[in-house]
């Protein structure tokens, strides 16, 4: 089983930048597909950026195309989520998930995750 803990949300202004740790434990996350998802008040749990399986293909929502960037340190079983340019609409709760057997055209899919993070909050205020 993994366990997942997010970290480096925050309060900031719009255009400013943030960086989401994603940090996994339990066992390692190779394998698996990880994801990270955002959900606002009120809104669906909404499919940000993420790694199919192998790792080798990442993958983007079209809000945050361009402006955000998804990595990962094998070595230290993390993965991040580069966030620049943040506009107020980025404004949620930022999950980390993953799950060993998710195929890639169910990525966007929060419910193909079996593992998930507690969240980390994002403010941007205008």
């Known amino acids: 089983q993994v366990q997942l803990g997010e970290s480096g949300g925050g309060w900031v202004q719009a255009g400013d930048s943030l960086r989401l740790s994603c940090t996994a434990s339990?066992?390692?996350?190779?394998?698996?597909?990880m994801a990270w998802f955002r959900q606002a008040p009120g809104r669906d749990r909404e499919y940000v950026s993420g790694?199919?399986?192998?790792?080798?293909?990442?993958y983007y929502s079209d809000s945050v195309k361009g402006r955000f960037t998804i990595s990962m340190d094998t070595a230290k079983s993390t993965v991040f989520l580069q966030m620049n340019s943040l506009k107020p609409e980025d404004t949620a709760v930022y999950y980390c998930a993953a799950d060993p057997g998710t195929i890639t055209s169910q990525l966007r899919n929060p419910g193909a995750y079996s593992y998930w993070g507690q969240g980390t909050q994002v403010t941007v205020s205008s």
């Open positions: 790694f199919s399986r192998t790792g080798g293909y990442t």
């Open positions: 339990g066992r390692t996350f190779r394998g698996h597909a």
